[in-house]
């Protein structure tokens, strides 16, 4: 089982890892008084964490190139595990922080153009990103 959920999750196949898990959890739940499968339930648990993690860094990747098979995925992962309310403020965030990362790159390469700009890079970094970028969000 452990095999075929990092393979599934290696090729980004969230919704079939979590209905794997989904699948499992049930078959536990019908032995549940026996206490040698509380080992197996917290392994499930670490199981769903994973397949968070990854569907988490899978939509990092997509704010950065973004691929709509990949997107629809994580969107369906998110539902399947029941955390599709967080999912657009992670989207959100991932974005911002996409952005953000892009435009210090832009305004670094500008700066060091410059002899001047070299010497008070990050000064100007940080005025760029408050003058041009948070008005959008306001």
């Known amino acids: 089982m452990e095999k075929k959920l990092h393979v599934l999750l290696q090729d980004g196949d969230f919704p079939a890892a979590i209905q794997m898990m989904l699948n499992q959890k049930a078959q536990i739940n019908q032995y549940k008084q026996l206490n040698c499968l509380k080992d197996v339930e917290r392994n499930i648990q670490k199981g769903y964490d994973m397949i968070e993690k990854r569907i988490d860094d899978s939509l990092l990747t997509i704010c950065g190139t973004f691929n709509s098979k990949n997107y629809e995925k994580v969107l369906i992962a998110y539902k399947l595990l029941g955390t599709h309310q967080q999912a657009p403020a992670k989207v959100v965030k991932y974005f911002t922080e996409a952005i953000d990362e892009l435009t ?35």
Do not use: D, H, W
């Open 104 to 138: 210090k790159n832009i305004v670094m390469s500008y700066a060091y153009r410059s002899p001047k700009g070299q010497r008070n890079t990050e000064k100007l970094v940080q005025f760029c990103i408050i003058q041009f970028y948070y008005p959008f969000f306001e």
